[in-house]
């Protein structure tokens, strides 16, 4: 592969993220909102159906992020073969100018999937408490 070849896939591959992030988080809304004007007052049967339906989005969404980071990974792998690249792997890794240490091994990229990941396993978690266990005040069943 060129180095426009792949750097077209990263940017490709970039676009894909970021189209994932956005339905993560249109779903993630439509549940928060759905939650709180008539879940949190749903019985049992119906809270468990819907948090089912967000687990299977959410299940899509995680597999087609986690193809997406092996393409960039491999895609990495593929530019720090190249001869001469227009920027280095590692300046593609870390493309933000920082002072701040990270953990040994780890790049800018690594800390932004390892985010995702950590953030996006927080919401499910979150909403699957604010579902079945979260007391909603008084004026919220009626």
Known sequence: ????????????????????YSMFFAITSAYIAGLYFFLARAPLALRVLAY??????LVFLAGAASIQQRIQ?????????????????EALRNPLPTSIPLPPGWSQYDLGVALGWLSAAAVYLALGYLTFFYRWPAQHRS
């Open 1 to 20: 592969m060129t180095q426009a070849e792949i750097l077209q896939g990263l940017l490709e591959s970039i676009h894909v993220v970021m189209s994932l």
């Open 73 to 89: 990974l491999g895609l990495h792998g593929a530019w720090a073969k190249q001869k001469g690249p227009i920027i280095t792997a």
């Open 52 to 57: 089912g339906v967000l687990s299977i989005a």
